[in-house]
Each structure stands twice: as C-alpha cells, then as structure tokens.
C-alpha cells in the first residue's frame, strides 16, 4: 500500500519561508515523478509544481514561478518545496502526489493524472 506524508506546514508571515517535506513509502521512489497541490478554504484543489524523476524538468504554476522550488532526494525518499516570498494567498492545505507517466510532456499539474496522494499539511501566511 502506497502512503504519502506531508510535513513542514505552519504559520508565517508575509514575505517569509517555509519548506514542505513529503515521504512515500509502499513504492520505488525514483520511479514516480511527483508534484505538489494545494486547496484553499471554499476553492478547488490546484496545482503547484511537479518534478520529473530526481534532476529532471520541471514545471510551475504561474502563481509561484520564482518563489517556489520543487525538488526531490531519492536517497531519502523525499520530496521538498521550499516556499519564499510567501504571501497571504498562498494560504492553503497542500498535498504531495505521485504519478506514473511524464509529468512536464503533458497535463503536469493535472489532479486526474496522480495516482497516489497524501493528506496534506497546512500553510498559513499572515498579512
């Protein structure tokens, strides 16, 4: 069984940092590109980042291009996002998934194409 922990969330002002940790147990880590989601109270579910296998292509949400990092290390089956310039609309619940196929040839932050996801760890940013 495939589970997926998130980790790191919390409260912070505007203009500062966090970084999100992800693990997934139950499958072959480096097989999976993966990416991150996030849901704010009353929207729907929307895409963040995803990344291609360690040190491959990845792709951004407009909103978070040049303030967030999405990258992975294998040997300790984790996925990081390191999160700067936060700013009160990134206020939201955000998720870890995994997929199967190429996450930056076609629907990289597609909700549909993740197959495995975790329950998510809450950002909060202050203004």
């Known amino acids: 069984q495939v589970q997926a922990v998130e980790s790191g969330g919390g409260l912070v002002q505007a203009g500062g940092s966090l970084r999100l940790s992800c693990t997934f147990s139950g499958l072959t880590f480096d097989a999976y590109p993966m990416g991150w989601f996030r849901q704010a109270p009353g929207k729907e579910r929307e895409g963040v980042s995803c990344i291609n296998w360690t040190g491959g292509s990845t792709v951004y949400a407009d909103s978070v291009k040049g303030r967030f990092t999405i990258s992975q290390d294998d040997a300790k089956n984790m996925l990081y996002l390191q999160m700067n310039s936060l700013k009160p609309e990134d206020t939201a619940m955000y998720s870890c998934?995994?997929?199967?196929?190429?996450?930056?040839?076609?629907?990289?932050?597609?909700?549909?194409?993740?197959?495995?996801w975790g329950r998510g760890t809450q950002v909060t940013v202050s203004s």
């Open positions: 998934a995994a997929r199967y196929s190429d996450c930056v040839s076609a629907s990289p932050l597609t909700i549909s194409e993740y197959a495995y």
